[in-house]
Each structure stands twice: as C-alpha cells, then as structure tokens.
C-alpha cells in the first residue's frame, strides 16, 4: 500500500511540480505553498464543476425542448378536439332535421291513409246498399210476374164462367180488356224496373272498379311507408347507438336512465305520444302504426338519453391550453412517501388559481378542508355519483348550493398533501371510486 503511494507521489511530482504562490502586502512577502496532491485536487474539483455545468445545462435544454413540444402537442389536440365537436354538432343538427322531415312525411301519409280507409268504406257501404237494393228489385220482379200469372189465371176462369153461365162472351172481352191493359201497365213497370237494376248493377261495377284501385293505391302506400319507415330506423340507430355506448362506457344502465329520466319528466312531448286511430268494425291498428309507434319509442329513448347525458359528469373539470394530466387512475408510488399506493383520480397540473369547473349539474355536498385533500368541493350528481375536485387554492362555492355543468367552484392550488399545483379529480359511483377518464373519454365522444 505505501509502495503505491510513492508510486503515486512520484507521478503527481513529475506531472504537477510543486508550486509556490507569493503574496505581497505593504511591508510583508508570505508566499502559499502547493503541493502536486493539492494541485490535483484543485485540477479534479475544476474539471468536476465544468463537467455539472455541461450536463445542467443539457438538461435545461431537454426540458425545455421537451415542454415546448408537449405545449404545441396539447395545442394540436385542442384543435382536432374542437374540429371534432364542431363535426358531431353538424351531424347532430343534420339528423335532428332529418328526424323533424321524416316525421313530417310520415304524419302526411298518415293523413292519406286515413283519408283512403274512410273513401274504402264509403265504397264498401255503398256496395252493400247496392246490393241490397238488387236483391229487393229482383223480389219485386218475381212478385210481379207471380202475380201476373195469378191474375191471368183467374181472367181466364171468370171467363169460362160467365160463358157457363151467360152464354155470352161480351162481357168477358170487356174484363179481358181491361185486364190487358192492367197488364200492359204492368209490364211496363216491370221493364222501368229493370233498367234502374241494370243502371245500379252498372254503378255497383264501378264502384268495385274503383275499390280494386283504391286497394292498389293503398299497396303502392305500403311500400312506400316501408321505405320511409326503414330510413328512420337507420337514423335513429346511428343517433341511439353512440349514445347507448356512452352509457356502457360510463357503467350506467340505459334502462336506468330511461326509467329515472320518464319518472322525473313532468309530461311526455306531445309528437312522441304513441299514435291511437279510431276505426269502426273488425279493421284494427294497422302494421304501420306498430311500426310508427316503435319509432316514436325510440326517438322517446333518445330524448331520455339526451336528458341522462345532461346529468352524468362527462365534462373536463378544467380546459385551459396551459393545463396538462400529470397522474391517471391505479396504482403508483406516492410522491411523498414514496410507498406503491391507489390513486383514485386523475391529476391536472397548470398555473395556480386555474378555474375550475362543475362537470355536470349538482349540489355542492362540502366545500371546505379536508385533511389530505386540502380544500375539497365535492358535488352530488343524479344516479349515486359524486364528483371530488381536491388541492384548491380558492373555494367559489358552498355547501348546499346547486351548480351547472362548466360553472366555476374554484381555482387550482397545492393545499393539503400536495408537491406542486395540480388538481385532484375523482369520480365516485355509491361511495365507489371509478376511473374518471372513462367519463371524459365518453363526453369527448358525444360532444
């Protein structure tokens, strides 16, 4: 070990000779004398301090490239996020007025087929009154030339009698004149009668005719219903679906919605009650109208949809371009004590005092300090959900108030257990934190 040392002592002489650094002052010289490991060590504590300052300032730069990287990144997404919305909004409006034209065109065919359904059983009744009457013309005629035959018969007995008895036909002629011409009034009674018959059997043809054209009409109606009815029920698909997989995403049932949302609406909208028309005789409701009342079902569970949209907390609770997400939901080691723990939110960092907004309508459950959360606002929505926005650096709201979706409750801080200005988002289903993102990404979806 001293072998080494020399060794050492040796080079260190060789390469650093021993230095002498002279001090003057008024009267005095002292000089400081250095030697090769004292050289060495000032050399090596130089180097050191030259070598930290290059990779300090190598990450500065880093960092500073990267921020500004993620900045045009977060910029970037705004953008197409924005272009997004304003694409779904134009295909909403598109398939609203679609629904409202379809709608139209359908209350219109309605009114046709109720019009042809009243004109078809006029000519149905008129039928049968033709019918009836024939029956009644063509009894009298058999009743007529019954009785014709009779009083032949009996003119010609009188006759045979007055003979017997009068020996004289003369007043036999005469009754036969007479009966003759009562006759011949008759007959051509009988022949007035069957031409009205002949003219109302020419009418009831006719109004067969016109029967067989309506139903004709009435099967080029169906097809045409058919056709309508089959693009309304796409339409309504593509609005339904999207929605119904928000509802998934988001773990609430859409029968609970749909349930929840009809029990607390006051009345239903009169254009999406289910059609009722009254018809006479054995004709029930129609396959249209199961089919039109199966529509306007659907369109009842979007309006449903729509409303339970409104009360779930799909909203960002902060949308300022200077924010960025630091923390998503799971494990992860505590910033503090550095154990593996659950987060139960998501974390946004940005500049403090960054508002903060509701991200669906509520009432405010606590607004104050709590422990490790700092200053807490948590909101009560619809559903058994609760919302918790936590660190606050200013509090905007109390407890018991009732606040609208994107209203401000405060602004971000690093109160409670807190390493840096960010705030604390959760979301809570029945006292059970859930992944908030998965009710972000479900409003980035709709809206």
Do not use: C
Request: aromatic share 4%; net charge positive; glycine share 8%.
């Amino acid at each position: 070990m001293r072998r080494h040392l020399v060794r050492l002592s040796q080079t260190l002489e060789s390469r650093l000779p021993e230095q002498r650094l002279f001090l003057r002052s008024n009267n005095t010289t002292r000089f400081v004398r250095l030697r090769p490991a004292t050289q060495a060590v000032a050399i090596g504590g130089v180097a050191l301090f030259i070598a930290w300052s290059i990779v300090a300032t190598s990450i500065l730069l880093m960092d500073v490239i990267g921020s500004g990287t993620l900045r045009d990144q977060a910029l970037r997404e705004q953008a197409n996020y924005e272009q997004r919305l304003n694409q779904l909004a134009a295909e909403r409006d598109a398939r609203a007025i679609e629904t409202e034209a379809a709608h139209a065109r359908f209350a219109e065919a309605m009114e046709r087929i109720s019009e042809m359904q009243i004109q078809l059983l006029a000519s149905e009744q008129r039928r049968l009154e033709l019918e009836t009457g024939i029956d009644s013309i063509h009894g009298t005629v058999r009743r007529v030339v019954q009785e014709r035959d009779e009083a032949r018969a009996r003119l010609a007995e009188v006759t045979r009698t007055l003979e017997a008895e009068t020996g004289s036909t003369r007043t036999a002629a005469d009754r036969s004149r007479d009966n003759e011409e009562m006759l011949d009034y008759m007959l051509a009674a009988m022949d007035r009668v069957s031409q009205n018959t002949h003219e109302l059997g020419m009418d009831a043809e006719q109004a067969r005719n016109q029967a067989r054209l309506l139903a004709m009409e009435n099967e080029l109606l169906k097809d045409r219903n058919h056709v309508i009815f089959s693009q309304l029920e796409e339409a309504l698909e593509q609005v339904v679906s999207p929605l119904e997989r928000v509802f998934r995403s988001a773990g609430v049932s859409s029968d609970q919605i749909r349930r929840l949302v009809r029990q607390g609406a006051n009345s239903q909208t009169d254009s999406l009650r289910p059609i009722a028309i009254s018809t006479s005789g054995t004709m029930g409701p129609g396959a249209d109208i199961a089919r039109a009342n199966a529509i306007l079902n659907r369109m009842a569970d979007v309006d449903a949809y729509r409303r339970g949209l409104d009360r779930l907390p799909v909203a960002r609770p902060v949308n300022a371009r200077t924010v960025r997400q630091t923390s998503g939901f799971g494990m992860r080691r505590h910033p503090l004590t550095g154990r593996s723990r659950m987060h139960n939110g998501l974390d946004w960092a940005g500049p403090r005092g960054t508002p903060i907004t509701a991200t669906a309508d509520g009432v405010v459950k606590q607004a104050g300090r709590q422990g490790g959360y700092g200053n807490l606002v948590i909101i009560q929505h619809d559903f058994g959900i609760e919302t918790y926005y936590a660190h606050l650096n200013s509090i905007d709201v109390r407890s018991g108030q009732r606040v609208s979706r994107g209203q401000r409750i405060g602004g971000m801080g690093t109160t409670g257990a807190s390493t840096g200005v960010h705030l604390h988002y959760e979301v809570r289903v029945n006292g059970r934190p859930v992944n908030p993102l998965t009710y972000v990404r479900a409003g980035d979806n709709v809206f």
